[in-house]
């Protein structure tokens, strides 16, 4: 299997530059801004959603983009379902592609083996499985993932937890034999300082610095009269949080 992983640097961090709807920043102008902004800081990659975005920021960098198409259902396999969803955000200048590769049913009900063998035969890009378990992790890797990644850890279970998963990049590190991207809640250099010390290859941070709304939510929320106002979801946001709605009223 040839090594596609160089085109990350380890020990980086990648800034995910990503606004659903419902937030002001959806628009690939303001993204490739905070993409701009993220570089400027130290960022060694970006990860980004759509065609638009990812064109948007390949005209201002040419470090590594780590492209994904959100598309479909957001409660089931939505990252980048298909291979057909994949071929876009290549052309858009992606230099690798992030995929769901989570255990639940694909939306074209085809093996997640033959979307990573298309997507490297016939776009030449390394793919990085987005996982929420070990065992997905597991999965992935036999299915020709080049790198692992902890971004749907939580999100595949009832409730989302506050803190990144750092038993599992433990565990990944441990296990899969490929690099682990640690991804998902990471918000604080102490943070990033234990996903690197439990072995990440490199680090995704995207809402702790690309998403105003959600940092705004959340030091609105510690103000005792609008405790509990607010949902967490970072760009998974569909509105403004009631405590802003709130806030503008006044
Ligand atoms: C679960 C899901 O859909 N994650 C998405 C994946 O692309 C993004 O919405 C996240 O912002 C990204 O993973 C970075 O994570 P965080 O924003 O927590 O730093």
Redesign the pocket.
């Given at each position: 299997m040839p090594d596609r992983t160089a085109v990350l640097d380890r020990g980086c961090l990648v800034v995910?530059c990503?606004a659903?709807p419902g937030n002001p920043f959806n628009a690939p102008g303001p993204m490739a801004l905070m993409a701009r902004a993220a570089l400027a800081g130290g960022a060694g990659a970006i990860?980004a959603?759509g065609a638009a975005d990812v064109a948007a920021i390949r005209a201002v960098t040419d470090l590594p983009i780590i492209g994904?198409n959100?598309l479909g259902d957001?409660a089931g396999v939505f990252?980048t379902p298909t291979y057909e969803s994949a071929v876009g955000i290549v052309e858009a200048g992606a230099d690798l592609i992030?995929l769901d590769a989570t255990l639940r049913p694909r939306p074209d009900g085809l093996p997640l083996e033959l979307q990573i063998k298309r997507i490297h035969e016939e776009l030449g890009v390394a793919v990085l499985a987005?996982c929420d378990s070990l065992e997905a992790g597991h999965a992935a890797r036999a299915a020709g993932a080049d790198l692992v990644a902890t971004?749907?850890s939580g999100?595949t279970a009832d409730a989302v937890p506050d803190e990144p998963d750092i038993e599992l990049i433990r565990q990944l590190v441990a296990e899969v034999d490929c690099p682990v991207v640690a991804?998902?809640?990471?918000?604080t250099p102490e943070d990033v300082r234990a996903a690197f010390e439990a072995g990440a290859y490199a680090v995704?941070?995207?809402?702790?610095i690309t998403?105003p709304m959600e940092t705004t939510a959340r030091l609105v929320g510690s103000i005792p009269r609008y405790a509990g106002a607010n949902s967490p979801r970072?760009?998974?946001l569909s509105a403004p949080p009631a405590s802003a709605d709130r806030l503008l009223e006044r």
């Open positions: 995910s990503q659903g990860r959603n994904l959100k957001p990252i992030a987005d971004t749907l999100y991804e998902g809640r990471i918000r995704v941070v995207g809402t702790a998403n970072g760009d998974q």
